[in-house]
């Protein structure tokens, strides 16, 4: 096992180095870069006003790219040429692509991220900053998500065909039909304040002053504005899951070891907990990392906006808007090792529910 781990962890590197290369071009053809962007906010300004940004960009050369390289920038009419030069250095946009890929993959692989073009912050403090946010809600939800839909997928298949079956998978169609962002819209009217109770807060995950606070406060104050977004996100999350763990279950309970085991005598529920039930989680626990990854990084985005919750989601967005390639890369490059590492931990934890499984045997 330890031969296969090397092999995956060897692997990361080459993925990782792929993946943010097909990334970097891309954002190389979408147009309004950084400089873009800064010439944008200058062209209704007095052209003085460029004194105040010729100090951004800092030590940030190599992350990212833009229209640079001797074009003309719409927008930089009236504007001296040695400032847009100065731009361009100072974003590191004098560089050919290779290169400043290059460095911005050497510097990535000591997490040396730089600083925001527009935030004038390191990288690395703002995700740390936005971490909490989004590690609250991913792993709330997905909690929440396997406490719920295991045991009703596990419900619905001994089930099969009953009365109770038939009501939960319309409970189940609706909550896969539903996007999450749609539930917060409507838990937001129902409960905080948009039309009828009041009960919930609006924003953010703590209340003004709650340092003051004594611990039960806080975990109190924490939990009363969690609720509504974790609530949202498990509404729009737990039926695809439900359904998987139904059908998997009936999979398994109609092989011929079931019979089987039947026919020796074995009590029900020994043959669903004792037989059924390892074999059948080995495809949920396959799931579990693309479901915390799109729970954490994907499907809380409109959350955190709808609840204003300032999370990783919202600042990749923002980054994305403004062209703020070094937070875009960053965020980026974290998510892709993160999941990457995530795809390792489902293997291991294969081996975990069932140690006839033998990856080691296997060639990746």
Avoid: C
């Amino acid at each position: 096992m330890g031969a296969y781990i090397i092999r995956r962890l060897l692997l990361i590197v080459p993925t990782l180095f792929v993946i943010m290369l097909v990334n970097f071009l891309v954002v190389q053809m979408v147009p309004g870069g950084p400089i873009e962007q800064i010439l944008a906010r200058l062209d209704h300004t007095d052209v003085s006003a460029t004194a105040r940004v010729s100090g951004l960009g800092g030590d940030v050369a190599g992350a990212g790219g833009s229209s640079a390289g001797g074009k003309t920038y719409r927008g930089a009419q009236g504007l001296p040429p040695e400032f847009i030069a100065s731009l361009e250095v100072q974003f590191g946009f004098d560089k050919p692509l290779p290169v400043r890929f290059l460095h911005m993959m050497r510097d990535f692989l000591v997490f040396d991220f730089g600083r925001s073009y527009f935030r004038d912050r390191e990288v690395t403090e703002l995700v740390i900053d936005k971490l909490p946010v989004s590690i609250s809600l991913g792993l709330w939800t997905t909690l929440f998500v396997y406490l719920i839909s295991i045991p009703l997928g596990i419900a619905k298949a001994v089930r099969h065909g009953s009365r109770f079956d038939v009501w939960t998978s319309a409970v189940v169609v609706v909550g896969n039909a539903v996007p999450s962002f749609l539930f917060a819209i409507l838990l937001v009217v129902l409960f905080a304040g948009g039309q009828y109770l009041d009960w919930f807060p609006l924003r953010g995950l703590h209340s003004d002053g709650w340092r003051a606070l004594s611990w039960p406060a806080i975990v109190i104050d924490y939990l009363w504005h969690i609720a509504l977004p974790v609530f949202a996100l498990v509404i729009g999350g737990f039926a695809s899951l439900t359904i998987l763990t139904k059908n998997s279950f009936l999979e398994e309970i109609g092989k011929q070891y079931v019979t089987t085991a039947r026919a020796k005598g074995l009590a029900e529920r020994r043959v669903l907990y004792g037989h059924v039930f390892r074999n059948a989680m080995l495809i949920v626990i396959s799931g579990f990392p693309a479901a915390f990854m799109s729970i954490l990084f994907t499907g809380s985005l409109l959350i955190e906006v709808i609840f204003s919750l300032d999370g990783l989601g919202l600042l990749g967005f923002e980054a994305a808007l403004n062209r703020d390639y070094p937070v875009m890369f960053a965020t980026l490059y974290f998510f892709t090792l993160l999941g990457l590492v995530m795809g390792l931990v489902a293997d291991l934890t294969y081996v975990l529910v069932d140690p006839r499984i033998d990856f080691e045997s296997q060639e990746i």
